[in-house]
């Protein structure tokens, strides 16, 4: 099962660009890629989900290089509400596991 | 939006009794998911459940712990002898198939505190 590393924590001021990497270096042939927020006491909530190269939606962009070893998750121009915790997975079918997680904190 | 809820929001119980926490799947998803996390710490697979079976399971769901989807709505997380470390926060998740693009949804979460 693929485990994942992250940085455990990045600040970032609002407005601007964060990106933060996620690297899974024994990921499987089926495995996607897919990226959680987590708020203090809260679910973790689905942000952004892929396979290879590019995903873009309303919120964020994914990048997955070609030996998808690694992703970057990408938020542009950040405010203070995105202050949480980003969870990368790696996985399919009936087991996940989630690393330790980045907490990124906004500042004004 | 449909989501995942979870009841209650927090339970307080003695060491070495029995809890049930519930969780009420998205209605069409037919995957469901227990995840754990203990204050300050990760989130942890507990379980994965399909057609009333156990897909997977990791090294912390042991003989302490079962699941089970008593009706055609809910499905419970039982922790027969509770104990001190089973304080966290207890997540419910659900997906309509176990294809990997399909999305977990996740509760709310359930605090489990145990004295």
């Known amino acids: 099962l693929a485990k994942t590393t992250q940085p455990i924590s990045m600040d970032s001021y609002e407005g601007q660009e964060v990106n933060i990497t996620c690297s899974h270096n024994n990921i499987a042939t089926n495995d996607y890629i897919t990226w959680y927020q987590q708020f203090p006491s809260q679910g973790p909530r689905f942000i952004i989900q892929g396979y290879k190269t590019k995903v873009t939606n309303e919120v964020a962009s994914l990048f997955i290089p070609a030996d998808r070893k690694s992703s970057t998750l990408s938020l542009p121009r950040v405010s203070l509400s995105d202050t949480a915790v980003y969870y990368c997975l790696v996985g399919t079918g009936n087991q996940f596991y989630f690393g330790t997680g980045t907490s990124l904190t906004v500042i004004p | 939006e449909p989501e995942v809820t979870q009841t209650p929001s927090h339970q307080v119980t003695q060491m070495g009794q029995e809890v049930i926490l519930r969780c009420v799947p998205i209605?069409?998803?037919?995957?469901f998911y227990w995840y754990r996390q203990i204050l300050g710490q990760k989130v942890e697979f507990l379980v994965s459940f399909y057609n009333n079976e156990i897909s997977e399971k990791s090294e912390i769901f042991d003989d302490q712990f079962s699941v089970e989807r008593p009706d055609g709505s809910n499905f419970t997380l039982k922790i027969r002898s509770t104990k001190l470390e089973d304080s966290a926060m207890y997540f419910c998740a659900s997906r309509v198939a176990p294809f990997s693009t399909d999305t977990q949804y996740f509760g709310p979460g359930t605090r489990l505190t145990v004295l």
């Open positions: 209605s069409n998803h037919l995957y």
